[in-house]
């Protein structure tokens, strides 16, 4: 099935990052940020700027189920009465380690560029992300990355907030994925080009939400055994074919670059 995009953006502060593209790609490539492109989820891996690399258990407290943004605004400020300082959240974000097979995963989609119009959502936020990209030398890649507005205040605290707000029932308060790619598609079919697949890469439960979405046409590479594979699985037993998605489970991205390989071959 193909659906309607746009090949060229202007950037956006805080909630996107645009890039131009020459030509509008024939696929569109949606990436999930923690445990996808790299292998720890990043706000626990922040923890290791803290005074003794723990949390103290008062702020482990406040955590409530369904507003992990909220808890981690509470994090964050207590790492700034601690004079935890940018550089510090910096060179913990710049040395996460990738995926399995993720740099592989990207080189392919560098080679191929003008194929994949590349997006990033991610429930993360938009300062850590993009010093991990950098470092990795992705960046680039991505023609726009949708995450929670961060930055540093006055004092040099690591602020965060909210993406947005939503009335989904299966997403965290501060941003339902399934809504961010709705209108990101909406948006695009309002400028007269077209994908003819969509894929989308992820591991959580809040990549699961989106994925429902896709069409028969189009495929999701859950990673193996996280969330969002055992959630697809489960729909497929109660509901066989509610998932509509063809369904690529994977341990290293690079199994999502022979199968995309495979895809581009079909097309010559």
Known sequence: MKRCCEGVGLPCLFKGVGMASPRPPKYLLIFDFDETIINENSDDSIIRAA?????????????????????????????????????????????????????????????????????????????????????????????KIFSNPSGFDKRGYFTLGPYHSHKCLDCPANMCKR??????????????????????????????????????????????????????????????????ATVVAWDSATEVAHYLQEVLKKKC
């Open 51 to 143: 005074p003794g690399q723990e949390l103290p258990e008062h702020i482990r407290q406040t955590f409530r189920e369904g507003f992990y943004n909220e808890y981690m605004q509470g994090v964050l400020a207590y790492m700034g009465d601690q004079g935890v300082k940018m550089g510090d959240f910096k060179t913990v974000y710049e040395n996460i380690p990738l995926s399995p097979g993720m740099p592989e995963l990207f080189q392919f989609l560098s080679k191929n560029h003008e194929m994949f119009e590349i997006i990033l959502i991610s429930d993360a936020n938009m300062f850590g992300i993009e010093c991990s990209l950098r470092a990795a030398g992705a960046y680039s890649l991505f023609r």
């Open 179 to 244: 809504k961010i790619l709705t209108e990101y598609l909406a948006e695009r079919a309002q400028e007269e080009a077209e994908f003819e697949r969509v894929f989308y890469i992820g591991d959580g439960a809040n990549d699961f939400c989106p994925s429902v979405t896709l069409t028969s046409s189009d495929v999701a590479f859950p990673r193996k055994g996280y969330p969002m594979h055992q959630m697809a699985q489960e729909m497929e037993k109660k509901q066989p074919g509610a998932f509509q």
